[in-house]
């Protein structure tokens, strides 16, 4: 259980340093902040989003699950602002265009690598 925790933390983190090299407007200072960003980032999606979630269910039954990124990208702005100046978002809407690559790039990484690893035991 841990290390499918570890191995999440470490893949959400070479996710984030590609998501910063593509954008100008989305920066981290590093790959440490990259692994602290995505500790955080995991403890957020554990506390916050559920209720979030919960919170904005019409919406998001409305949209047909569309508003799931704009959850993600107020998860990312919470965990911007717990970073600091190590990992930094100018403005909302590159939050959600990195929610939308971040997710896409998460299921890439999966699908493709994980999911045949897990089928091999």
Known sequence: MMIRW???ILVNALILIVVAGFFD???LSGVG???VAS???SIL???IKPFLILLTLPVTVLTFGLFLFVINAITLMIAQGIMGDSFYIEG???AIIASVFISLLN???YKAI???LREQK
Do not use: C, R
């Open 39 to 41: 500790i955080v980032l």
């Open 33 to 35: 902040a990259a692994i």
């Open 45 to 47: 999606n554990t506390l």
């Open 92 to 94: 909302f809407g590159t």
């Open 25 to 27: 407007s989305f920066y």
């Open 107 to 109: 299921l890439m990484i």
């Open 6 to 8: 570890l191995i999440s």
């Open 114 to 116: 994980i999911e045949p």
